[in-house]
């Protein structure tokens, strides 16, 4: 299994581009989420979504857009790329196994993005 | 809402010895899971071990084991026989209970853990 496939791995961006992170899983999971990894910060989660459809905003969401067409895919969008948004982000998926079972979350192996 | 406290950046040790990562959370739930992931260099995201709340006993994998103190909101990875593979960033999380739009880690800020030959 591919499990969760993040592309690109590297990625260098000027001040005002846009651009799209790709986030994939092949195990049919329902929920799927966006991290940003800063130093000295731990992960910081950025959105989800709960399913096809579903997407919510979570702790810092200014700058990031997402949306939900597939099960499958869940791509994270930068608008206007600013030094700020200089990080590393995960993607991260995980079924719902019971009303009090829960699968951890699976992660990507992430993008390093560098906005210049 | 929930947060999750490492309050040492960084511990080194010698090889083959025992090391505990201390982690401490604050919720107002009762229910809810927590995870020890650990981060190599290789930057991916690998869990070692969960607990869930509900159960008394504490998690363990081979040389992995937790110390949950649900009172004290404690909940601390020791990890036994260390190798140099265990050489790592080393992150405490905090996830409520399944439910509509809770499926959300919430992290500590790690700590970076160096096995000594």
């Known amino acids: 299994n591919a499990g969760v496939t993040q592309t690109p791995k590297f990625q260098v961006l000027k001040t005002g581009q846009s651009m799209t992170l790709q986030c994939a899983q092949d195990?049919?999971?329902?929920?799927m989420s966006w991290y940003r990894q800063d130093p000295g910060m731990g992960l910081r989660l950025i959105h989800y979504?709960?399913?096809?459809?579903?997407?919510d905003q979570g702790e810092v969401p200014n700058g990031y857009n997402v949306s939900r067409s597939t099960t499958e895919d869940f791509p994270l969008r930068l608008l206007s790329a600013a030094p700020s948004q200089t990080s590393v982000y995960f993607c991260?998926?995980?079924?719902?196994?019971?009303?009090?079972?829960?699968?951890?979350?699976?992660f990507g192996d992430g993008t390093r993005l560098s906005i210049l | 809402a929930q947060t999750v406290t490492q309050s040492q950046p960084e511990m080194s040790v010698q090889e083959a010895e025992t090391v505990t990562l201390s982690c401490t959370y604050d919720?107002?739930?009762?229910?809810?899971?927590l995870f020890w992931y650990k981060q190599p260099p290789s930057r991916q995201m690998i869990l070692v071990i969960r607990?869930?709340?509900?159960?008394?006993q504490n998690a363990t994998e081979n040389r992995f084991s937790v110390n949950f103190q649900k009172a004290a909101k404690s909940f601390s990875l020791k990890i036994s026989d260390s190798q140099l593979g265990d050489t790592a960033m080393y992150f405490c999380?905090?996830?409520?209970?399944?439910?509509?739009?809770?499926?959300?880690?919430?992290f500590g800020t790690g700590t970076r853990l160096t096995i000594i030959p």
């Open positions: 991260a998926s995980s079924a719902r196994t019971g009303e009090y079972s829960n699968q951890p979350q699976h």
């Open positions: 919720t107002s739930e009762n229910n809810y899971y």
């Open positions: 607990q869930e709340a509900y159960k008394q």
């Open positions: 195990m049919n999971h329902e929920y």
């Open positions: 979504s709960v399913g096809a459809g579903i997407t």
């Open positions: 999380a905090f996830m409520k209970p399944v439910g509509f739009g809770n499926e959300k880690l919430t």
